[in-house]
């Protein structure tokens, strides 16, 4: 059984920053690349950032580029994402995922959710101005 667990959610002002962790149990960490994605009251959950297996490679939104940044540590089985000058629209619910394994890595393959296996149960972020 994978687990996927978020924390490090919470409540800031605008400009603030977070960090939000996620860990995984139940299989071997290396085996996935690991996304970020968010979901606002009423909106379909959107792709945030993704890296590959060993941290080389990240994959950003556009509306994070620049002000989030995905790192992962292999050796705590834990996927990480900063998020700096948070701004009231980056108010969410914030998901970690493992991407299926054997795909290849592309923006197309890291940014489509129905392509990532496990989900973590989400973490509120909640930015005011």
């Known amino acids: 059984q994978v687990q996927l667990v978020e924390s490090g959610g919470g409540s800031v002002q605008a400009g603030g920053s977070l960090r939000l962790s996620c860990g995984i149990s139940?299989?071997?960490?290396?085996?996935?690349?690991m996304g970020w994605f968010r979901q606002a009251p009423g909106l379909e959950r959107e792709f945030v950032a993704a890296i590959n297996w060993n941290g080389e490679d990240q994959y950003y939104a556009d509306s994070v580029n620049d002000r989030f940044t995905v790192s992962r540590d292999n050796a705590k089985n834990s996927v990480y994402l900063q998020m700096n000058v948070l701004k009231p629209e980056d108010t969410a619910v914030y998901y970690c995922?493992?991407?299926?394994?054997?795909?290849?890595?592309?923006?197309?393959?890291?940014?489509?959710?129905?392509?990532?296996?496990?989900w973590g149960q989400g973490t509120q972020v909640t930015v005011s101005s």
């Open positions: 995922a493992a991407l299926s394994p054997g795909l290849p890595l592309s923006w197309a393959t890291m940014t489509n959710p129905p392509n990532y296996v496990y």
């Open positions: 139940g299989r071997t960490f290396t085996t996935y690349a």
